[in-house]
């Protein structure tokens, strides 16, 4: 058997009762499980509406499981057609892999529940941005890799090891612990070419940073890295055409995009990493606060609390990041969307404590000072969060400076005015030629 075999053959194991194949001829099986060798004997709709020309066939590629994926939620095999293993069809038992009738969202406590265990266990930084970025450059370069490594051999349907993936996620969350000013700056380093996996890693961030504000445990905020790794897996068994589509989906292709989250529940099945809070992150990360999201349209605390966590920072990471469909804005101009969107598609609290997490300026934002000078945002002031640390790019006549230089602007004073320096308003990516994505600093 291959691993997608396997894979099959153990969600079915995990599942329960072993099927007598002679009592039970047709199964009910959603696509995201459906492996070579099985014989499809039925569609979840009329054949005539698919370019189906059988009714009825042998499953013989994985370009044929990418078709039905397009136009089926899920069909019928029939096991005494197919050519797997008898004990993998003696395995099979009837199940269609939708979230409605699944594993179901822990209900978990709400977010003022969390709130109100804050005034027992509240984070404070235990090392300067300046001393902490090296630990942190790494720690956010060895994830990296890991992750790079794990989604190359998913990609390639190759067994991978997570249990390196968790060792992997301790030196970045530990980071962020001490001072998440480091990482955070770090997380908005991307490269075009590379989008799922810097994605993922940028998301991972994110999340922890929340989880700190919120003055989560450190196993919690452990989980929330994992799960955040482990949202997008499932779009590498996506054409790689849609993934990278220009123009706006149709419903058809929207449908099929939407199964990444099944592929991705998969994977995590797969990984043994089923941490309640793990799973509820992958599952429901596109619910929204109003019931608009998917798969099962919750609401508000219905939606884990992990989950709406994951909405948040997941759609945050996409907004500031370059995408085939759509430009980045700057990380400032995401974080007014998302305060737009409170209580329509994102919970209010949580999204001003993501606020409070990153800043009102965001590591990464271009931002045009009262001097005239270009700068971008190092890292957020806690106590003045309109006067962060920045590094200087641009001089008032926007040329570039011979040398990048670091000022707070909490102590900075103009010196032809002797007034305080400010903010005026942030910049787009891109504005004067600067490119934030490009600008990598790291103290000596």
Not at 122 to 135: A, H, S
């Amino acid at each position: 058997m291959d691993d997608l075999q396997c894979c099959a053959l153990a969600v079915c194991l995990s599942r329960g009762k072993v099927v007598n194949a002679m009592q039970m001829q047709k199964e009910k099986v959603d696509v995201g499980y459906l492996a070579v060798g099985m014989y499809v004997c039925e569609l979840d709709r009329p054949w005539l509406e698919t370019p189906f020309l059988m009714q009825g066939f042998l499953i013989e590629s994985k370009e044929e499981i990418e078709a039905l994926s397009r136009y089926c939620d899920y069909v019928y095999v029939d096991v005494a057609k197919g050519k797997l293993d008898v004990s993998v069809v003696h395995s099979i038992r009837s199940f269609h892999k939708d979230l409605k009738t699944s594993k179901k969202p822990s209900p978990g406590k709400t977010t003022a529940e969390i709130l109100s265990l804050r005034t027992k266990r509240r984070y404070t930084d235990t090392t300067e941005w300046r001393k902490e970025v090296g630990q942190a450059h790494r720690a956010v370069e060895g994830l990296t890799t890991t992750v790079k490594e794990m989604f190359e051999a998913l990609s390639q349907n190759r067994r991978y090891p997570y249990a390196k993936l968790k060792q992997s996620v301790t030196p970045l969350v530990n980071s962020i612990e001490r001072n998440p000013d480091a990482c955070i700056w770090l997380a908005r380093l991307k490269n075009r070419d590379s989008y799922i996996y810097k994605h993922s890693v940028a998301t991972s961030i994110w999340a922890v940073a929340l989880g700190r504000e919120l003055a989560l445990p450190p196993q919690d905020l452990k989980s929330l890295a994992m799960g955040a790794l482990m949202l997008d897996v499932g779009k590498l068994q996506i054409p790689s055409e849609l993934l990278n589509k220009s123009d706006p989906l149709n419903a058809q292709e929207e449908k099929q995009l939407r199964q990444h989250v099944n592929f991705s529940l998969q994977a995590l099945e797969k990984s043994q990493l089923l941490n309640q809070d793990i799973w509820d992150m992958v599952a429901y990360h596109h619910e929204r606060h109003n019931g608009s999201g998917y798969p099962r349209g919750l609401q508000a605390d219905e939606i884990p609390l992990f989950a709406r966590i994951a909405g948040i920072v997941d759609s945050y990471d996409a907004m500031i990041s370059h995408r085939y469909y759509e430009k980045p804005v700057s990380p400032s101009e995401a974080v007014k969307k998302l305060y737009h969107l409170r209580d329509v598609e994102y919970d209010a609290i949580l999204v001003e404590e993501f606020i409070q997490a990153i800043g009102l300026y965001p590591a990464g934002t271009l931002v045009l000072l009262s001097t005239g000078e270009v700068a971008i945002v190092l890292s957020e002031g806690r106590a003045r969060r309109l006067k962060p640390q920045v590094l200087l790019l641009l001089d008032k006549n926007k040329n570039p400076l011979n040398k990048w230089e670091v000022q707070n602007l909490a102590d900075r004073l103009c010196p032809a005015t002797n007034k305080p320096v400010d903010i005026v308003q942030s910049l787009e990516p891109g504005a004067y030629g600067v490119n934030p994505e490009m600008v990598a600093y790291e103290p000596a």
